[in-house]
């Protein structure tokens, strides 16, 4: 069965920074390329962030480009965000999820960016 765990979401203030980690089981994580998603109240879930299987390739969303770094651990089977500069609009519940392959969806992390 697969599962993911994601943890790290939080309330913080616009301009500051959080790090989310979703560790998977039940797939051969490493060969996947994993996908950061994330969906706000009334919109659609989106795809934010995205790293292939060996980590050699990342893509972002134009919204987040610059500020989140993507990373993957592939020995504990676990990928984790690191968001920068936080703006109000990040505001959403963040998923983990493969790309190309989604799975059942996991309980996700909420982050609220607000002062």
């Known amino acids: 069965q697969v599962q993911f765990v994601e943890s790290g979401g939080g309330l913080v203030q616009p301009g500051g920074s959080l790090r989310l980690s979703c560790a998977a089981s039940?797939?051969?994580?490493?060969?996947?390329?994993m996908g950061w998603y994330r969906q706000a109240p009334g919109k659609q879930r989106e795809l934010v962030a995205r790293?292939?299987?060996?980590?050699?390739?990342?893509n972002y969303a134009d919204s987040v480009k610059g500020r989140f770094t993507i990373s993957r651990d592939n020995a504990k089977n676990t990928v984790y965000l690191q968001m920068n500069s936080l703006k109000p609009e990040d505001t959403a519940v963040y998923y983990c999820?493969?790309?190309?392959?989604?799975?059942?969806w996991g309980q996700g992390t909420q982050v609220t960016v607000s002062s």
């Open positions: 790293m292939s299987s060996g980590g050699a390739r990342t």
């Open positions: 039940g797939i051969i994580f490493s060969v996947y390329t």
């Open positions: 999820n493969g790309v190309s392959t989604v799975y059942s």
